[in-house]
């Protein structure tokens, strides 16, 4: 697919947020493609993740926030919200100009609060970010965000492959909110994975460290699924997910988390007791 | 006006006479002699033998040639130690023909303070002079990690005749070190994580100067690229060393060591404080972003540039706790 080896290329004319040094005039990569640019690429990405399936815009049912600017490329923030939650099957997060741009999709469970979730992405060039939301009767619906940022996927993201792995599948998780029956929570879910892009140089070996990334979390409560999320090398570094449930019961959240060399980590967490 | 502050030094309490014999009394930034790279900074004689040069509080851009860090040179009996490299090859060259200007003595060390491109890319001017250079033990690995996309960037703004190589250190310093150049010795001190993970602080004994380099940032806000907990841990150990005054890494040539560490320890420690509220109460990151640590904002140049990024940098270290 041209578009993507484009922007693998490109990727290295890239800021590096951690270290905050080149914050300058970025020549950023794809700063000045048209609007027509822009759809033609979003046709052939939306063609080859939905097929012939219609995808209509709608400005109620999903919206993607994020920074219009983002000060950090290696970890933009990002908000999707769909206010019909209780028709929403899935949704699916795409960065139109990153070297691999189907960055998530999420599918929700019976114990899902779908209403809103949010993920930390890289985010590679200046570019559109679809959110793509499935609704439980088959339809598709999309909305976009314009992002600034660059270098989010190249950029070296610690001092040594070895200090970004330590700990790899440790996890935790925090939950908000009086629980009470019937109520949903909210959960943040956090494991430590490089989430390795495929981009980033070790300079010792002159070689790209391998793409290791988390590939897909299945998040349950006591048999019922909350949500199952497929990622990508979009993800920022030690993912973070933030969902909500609606808890049944005194069972613990279970999360099984596994990335595509074969690592598999399974957590669980004890709900917090309802009030009444 | 900042580029005549070398003509203050007797407000600093540094005696001028010195200073007048060795330049004649002219003031350094107004000869048309002075490299571009110095952006009509001229260079201080913060203390005896000591000369920097004032980096402004500015991004990289193709004008500039990146010389944005203090950086100089202290002059021994035998041989000159150059205190931080410079920012490109171009302002490794600028201080190299600033030192040849005024001795003829061997280059006999070159210290890279740790692997941020503002401070060591200028390493290669002094290839030549075959000088030890110092280095973190941990600045060679960081080098590794980053220092060819420092460079792939540097090429982008400056251009490759004037970026500059990466240059290794051929003397780790584990834990500390010392250099005698005749009539001073000069002592290193390895920090660990703290404004990188590869930090190296520097005392003359001639003086009593404190060069924390970057653990130091005054005007200038301070980027966070290593450990937030990890850097204030760290100002406790430069402040046990007692100096009464530092050559920061920017900011002024020369200032009184415990009101700037004071300045620099509450912008880290109300980040630090503010990040943790902030988790405690599940605040997400992009509140936390947006809203942390405003009221630091007219204290330091460029905050709007690096304080967002240094939230996010707090906020993720501290979710671990």
Redesign the interface.
């Known amino acids: 697919m041209k578009p993507f080896t484009a922007a693998l290329a490109l990727s290295?004319?890239?800021?590096?947020?951690?270290?905050?040094?080149?914050?300058?005039?970025a020549?950023a990569a794809g700063a000045s493609d048209t609007d027509a640019e822009r759809l033609a690429r979003w046709q052939e990405i939306r063609t080859s993740i939905f097929g012939d399936k219609t995808v209509e815009p709608t400005e109620t049912l999903v919206a993607v926030?994020a920074?219009v600017r983002a000060?950090?490329a290696a970890?933009v923030?990002i908000?999707l919200t769909m206010p019909e939650k209780d028709k929403v099957a899935g949704v699916s997060l795409i960065i139109d100009d990153n070297p691999s741009p189907y960055a998530a999709n999420i599918t929700f469970g019976p114990a899902a609060d779908p209403g809103e979730i949010?993920l930390?992405v890289r985010v590679n060039n200046y570019t559109n970010v679809h959110a793509v939301v499935r609704m439980k009767d088959g339809r598709l619906f999309e909305t976009t965000k314009f992002v600034k940022a660059s270098g989010g996927c190249?950029?070296?993201m610690?001092?040594?492959?070895e200090?970004a792995m330590k700990g790899m599948g440790d996890m935790?998780m925090?939950f908000?909110g009086e629980p009470a029956p019937g109520k949903s929570t909210?959960a943040?879910l956090?494991i430590?994975h490089p989430n390795f892009s495929g981009m980033q140089?070790?300079?010792?070996t002159r070689d790209y460290t391998p793409a290791r990334y988390i590939q897909k979390v299945v998040v349950a409560q006591g048999g019922r699924n909350i949500l199952t999320l497929d990622g990508d090398i979009s993800i920022a570094s030690?993912p973070?997910i933030?969902f909500a449930f609606l808890p049944e019961g005194k069972a613990p959240v279970t999360v099984v988390a596994s990335d595509n060399q074969d690592g598999r980590w399974e957590h669980s967490f004890p709900v917090p007791a309802p009030s009444n | 006006m900042a580029a005549h502050d070398g003509w203050r030094f007797g407000a600093r309490g540094v005696r001028s006479s010195r200073r007048e014999a060795l330049f004649g009394g002219l003031c350094l930034c107004c000869l048309p002699t002075l490299g571009r790279s110095a952006e009509g900074f001229g260079l201080d004689e913060v203390g005896p033998g000591i000369f920097v040069r004032r980096g402004p509080d500015a991004?990289?851009?193709p004008d500039n040639d990146d010389a944005i860090a203090n950086i100089g040179f202290i002059v021994g009996e035998r041989s000159v130690l150059v205190t931080e490299s410079g920012g490109s090859l171009a302002d490794g060259r600028w201080l190299r023909g600033q030192i040849r200007a005024r001795t003829d003595k061997p280059i006999s060390h070159v210290v890279l303070t740790h692997?941020?491109?503002?401070h060591c890319f200028g390493a290669e001017a002094f290839e030549a002079d075959k000088p030890v250079f110092i280095g973190h033990h941990?600045l060679r690995?960081?080098?590794?990690?980053?220092?060819?996309?420092?460079r792939?960037?540097?090429v982008?703004?400056l251009g490759a005749e004037k970026a500059g190589r990466?240059v290794y250190p051929t003397l780790e310093v584990a834990d500390g070190a010392e250099i005698d150049l005749g009539g001073r010795r000069l002592t290193f001190h390895a920090h660990g994580a703290a404004h990188?993970?590869?930090d190296l602080s520097m005392r003359d004994s001639a003086s009593g100067l404190l060069f924390p380099a970057d653990l130091l940032f005054v005007t200038r806000i301070p980027?966070?690229?290593g450990s937030l907990v990890g850097w204030l841990k760290e100002a406790e150990v430069l402040k046990a060393m007692g100096a009464e005054k530092a050559v920061p890494g920017h900011g002024p040539t020369l200032v009184a060591f415990a009101p700037a560490m004071a300045d620099l320890t509450r912008y880290l420690g109300t980040l630090r404080d503010e990040t943790r509220k902030a988790l405690a109460s599940?605040m997400?990151?992009?509140t936390a972003?947006a809203t942390l640590g405003r009221s630091e904002a007219d204290k330091w140049a460029l905050f709007d540039?690096?304080h967002?990024?240094?939230v996010?940098?707090a906020f993720?270290e501290l979710?671990?706790e």
């Open positions: 290295l004319a890239a800021s590096l947020p951690a270290a905050a040094l080149f914050a300058g005039p020549a926030e920074p000060l950090d970890l923030p908000t949010k930390r190249s950029a070296p610690g001092m040594s492959d200090e935790r925090k908000s909210e943040t956090m430590r140089m070790n300079q010792v030690n973070v933030n | 991004e990289a851009t692997v941020h491109p503002d941990a690995a960081a080098l590794d990690a980053r220092g060819e996309y420092y792939t960037r540097l982008e703004i990466v990188t993970n590869c980027s966070l690229d599940d997400p990151i992009e972003v540039l690096y967002g990024r240094n996010t940098q993720k979710e671990w």
